[in-house]
């Protein structure tokens, strides 16, 4: 899988731009985007692929995602488990 951080404008090939209020937003098979800033309010979001949270145990970050459809299609949403806990608030 490909790492991509939300924040990074090359990780947005399609578009070629940060995701902005009221976008519909797919995060594409094969991506591993991780999110590393919070989002405007988005229309939607389509996962094909896996959106993590950025998770450094010794730099805790809160993170907020914000839309109105999240929609886990073909892939995963990851935020923390029981053995890899998140260590900031989502």
């Known amino acids: 899988m490909t790492v991509r951080y939300w924040s990074n404008l ?45 998770n450094d145990p010794d730099n805790p970050r809160n993170l907020t995602l914000n839309a109105k459809i999240i929609y886990v299609r073909q892939g995963e949403f990851f935020i923390g488990n029981e053995t890899v806990p998140y260590h900031g608030n989502a």
């Open 10 to 54: 090359t990780s947005w090939n399609i578009t070629k731009k940060i995701p902005e209020e009221g976008d519909e937003v797919v995060i594409e098979a094969g991506w591993n985007m991780i999110l590393d800033v919070d989002t405007p309010v988005l229309k939607k979001l389509t996962i094909n692929g896996r959106l993590s949270f950025l």
